[in-house]
């Protein structure tokens, strides 16, 4: 089953609840310069929508990615939201002689539409974005060097389909990447508290298991599928991030807004509390066609 027919919707409503900011980026860009100084992708570094691990999460990405031979690249990030993953990630491995044509693609009209003006105003090396269901991309076979996901996982109620569809667009010898930071269940017999899902309602996040989670990417026809768990590491970045959203509340919150800064504290409290009760295992996937 792919993304059934309110599924655009309600991802929507739920990041607009923290991140309705971003859709009204001439406003927002204005507050980030003042903030940050600059306008850029350096500039907006860890504000524009990043999941739960910020910038942490796409450098582990990268670092994927640069250990790869290819120095032109094709990278498709699934789930792209506001661009902040795809955006970041081509400026780091442009910063590291990678020659990079950047795709994003999410299900939502208005993050896509979001992600092209906040492009505009940085006016460096432009995403191109797609506004489709990631389960049926209008890519042709073979096309894409390396196919990333960083911090969308849990949003797709259908992996196994988004796994056969990624599959296909990578090129032989192709990679894809994931961030899985709240996806994966320790055991189905041992649930989340009830807090986590006010925060992470589960009509917007979709759970597995890593054996499960292994069994998609092999049923999508990926081989040397590879889960590497991020503990204690995942639980040292939520409490850095929380950090700094104590320290700098203020201009979070010029940013955001009040009640938008309260709520992403609060789901990245409800993520740590289930890092730390071993209920959810937070990883990095690696996969290969």
């Known amino acids: 089953m792919t993304a059934v027919p309110d599924d655009a919707s309600r991802q929507r409503r739920y990041h607009d609840h923290m991140f309705a900011s971003l859709g009204a980026w001439e406003h927002t860009g204005e507050v980030i310069r003042d903030f940050t100084g600059e306008l850029t992708v350096t500039g907006v570094m860890g504000l524009d929508q990043m999941g739960h691990f910020g910038p942490h999460g796409c450098d582990l990405v990268g670092a994927e990615i640069l250990a790869t031979d290819r120095p032109a690249l094709t990278v498709l990030e699934l789930g792209t939201g506001f661009g902040g993953v795809i955006r970041y990630l081509a400026d780091l491995l442009r910063r590291h002689g990678r020659v990079v044509t950047a795709l994003g693609a999410d299900l939502v009209p208005e993050h896509v539409a979001g992600a092209a003006r906040i492009d505009r105003a940085l006016a460096e090396h ?3 974005y797609l506004c489709a269901d990631v389960s049926r991309l209008p890519l042709r076979d073979n096309t894409v060097d390396v196919v990333v996901v960083c911090g969308s ?23 894809l990447v994931a961030t899985d930071e709240v996806g994966m269940l320790r055991s189905r ?16 996040f979709f759970q597995t298991t890593p054996a499960e989670r292994r069994e998609q990417l092999t049923d999508a026809g990926f081989r040397d599928v590879g889960i590497t768990e991020l503990l204690p590491w995942a639980p040292d970045v939520i409490a850095a991030r929380l950090e700094a959203l104590r320290l700098f509340s203020g201009s ?10 309260a709520a992403i504290q609060q789901v990245l409290s409800a993520a740590a509390v289930e890092y730390a009760e071993d209920r959810i295992v ?7 066609p």
Not at 162 to 175: C, E, I, K
Not at 252 to 261: F, L, M, R
């Open 189 to 204: 017999a041992n649930a989340p508290a009830p807090e986590f899902f006010r925060r992470h309602p589960p009509d917007v």
């Open 153 to 175: 996982l849990p949003h797709f109620r259908d992996p196994t389909a988004v796994f056969t569809d990624a599959h296909r667009v990578l090129a032989p010898g192709g990679l």
């Open 126 to 128: 432009p995403t191109r």
């Open 282 to 288: 937070p990883g990095l996937l690696l996969a290969r």
């Open 252 to 261: 979070a919150e010029n940013i955001y807004g009040t009640q938008p800064v």
